[in-house]
Nanobody, 123 residues
Framework: QVQLVESGGGLVQAGGSLRLSCAAS????????MGWFRQAPGKEREFVAA????????YYASSVKGRFTISRDNAKNTVYLQMNSLKPGDTAVYYC????????????????WGQGTQVTVSS
C-alpha cells in the first residue's frame, strides 16, 4: 500500500514557475515508477510526465516537454515536478500516481493516486 500526498500548487502568472512535490508513505517507494497527471474542468485526466523507479528514464507529454522536469529522491520518498514557463493552458488539478509497472502514460496503469493539488496560471 502506498499513500501519496501532493503539495506545491498555487496561483502563478504566465511565464512563472512552480515545483510540485509528492510525498509517499511506505518503505517500498523505490519499487514504483511514478507519474504526474492533470485534469482541467470538463476535460479528461491527461498524462504529464513519468519517471522510472531509479530515475534513469523519464517521459513527457509533448505539451510540456522542455518546460517541465520530473525527478525523484528515493531517500526522501518524494517525486517532484518542476514546471517552468507556465501557460494558462497548464491550469488544472495535478495528481501524482504510482505503479509497479514501467512508466506509463495511461492512468489505468497506475495503482495509487494522490488527492491532487490545484495549479492556476493567470494570463
Amino acid at each position: 500500500q502506498v499513500q501519496l500526498v501532493e503539495s506545491g500548487g498555487g496561483l502563478v502568472q504566465a511565464g512563472g514557475s512552480l515545483r510540485l512535490s509528492c510525498a509517499a508513505s511506505g518503505r517500498t517507494f523505490r519499487s514504483y515508477s511514478m507519474g504526474w497527471f492533470r485534469q482541467a474542468p470538463g476535460k479528461e485526466r491527461e498524462f504529464v510526465a513519468a519517471i522510472s523507479w531509479n530515475g534513469g528514464s523519464t517521459y513527457y507529454a509533448s505539451s510540456v516537454k522542455g518546460r517541465f522536469t520530473i525527478s525523484r529522491d528515493n531517500a526522501k520518498n518524494t517525486v517532484y515536478l518542476q514546471m517552468n514557463s507556465l501557460k494558462p493552458g497548464d491550469t488544472a488539478v495535478y495528481y501524482c500516481a504510482a505503479t509497479l509497472g514501467s512508466g506509463s502514460s495511461r492512468p489505468l496503469d497506475y495503482d495509487y493516486w494522490g488527492q491532487g493539488t490545484q495549479v492556476t496560471v493567470s494570463s
